[in-house]
């Protein structure tokens, strides 16, 4: 019989959207989450009693730098077609790939 155990709890603040509208591109954009999920630590640390820690935590998504589709990669060995660890979203993350597999 499976019996499930809760532990590791924590909270987690989301903050809206609109306040990173500025960011051009996504490391902007990266930088200014980072820069006002810190401001929301230091907000809980001060404010809430008994708080000794809060952690920033995120997610994360791979994608494309060129197509900016999700990342995937051949992961099957045995492929003829591809080679492992190959892009497989589109040309150019495939043409990166063999220029730099080629050095």
């Given at each position: 019989?499976?019996?499930?155990?809760?532990d590791?709890?924590?909270?987690?603040?989301?903050?809206?959207?609109?306040?990173?509208?500025?960011?051009?591109?996504?490391?902007?954009k990266?930088?200014?989450?980072?820069?006002?999920?810190?401001?929301?630590?230091?907000?809980?640390?001060?404010h809430?009693?008994?708080?000794?820690?809060?952690?920033?935590?995120?997610?994360?998504?791979?994608?494309?730098?060129?197509?900016?589709?999700?990342?995937?990669?051949?992961?099957?060995?045995?492929?003829?077609?591809?080679?492992?660890?190959?892009?497989?979203?589109?040309?150019?993350?495939?043409?990166?790939?063999?220029?730099?597999?080629?050095?």
């Open positions: 019989m499976k019996i499930n155990i809760n590791n709890y924590r909270v987690v603040v989301y903050v809206d959207d609109p306040l990173f509208l500025g960011a051009k591109d996504q490391d902007g990266n930088l200014m989450y980072l820069r006002d999920a810190n401001k929301v630590r230091s907000n809980i640390l001060r809430v009693d008994g708080a000794t820690d809060a952690t920033i935590e995120c997610d994360t998504t791979e994608i494309c730098s060129h197509c900016g589709n999700a990342w995937e990669v051949n992961e099957d060995p045995n492929d003829k077609e591809w080679e492992l660890g190959m892009p497989m979203c589109c040309e150019d993350a495939i043409k990166e790939f063999e220029l730099a597999s080629s050095d």
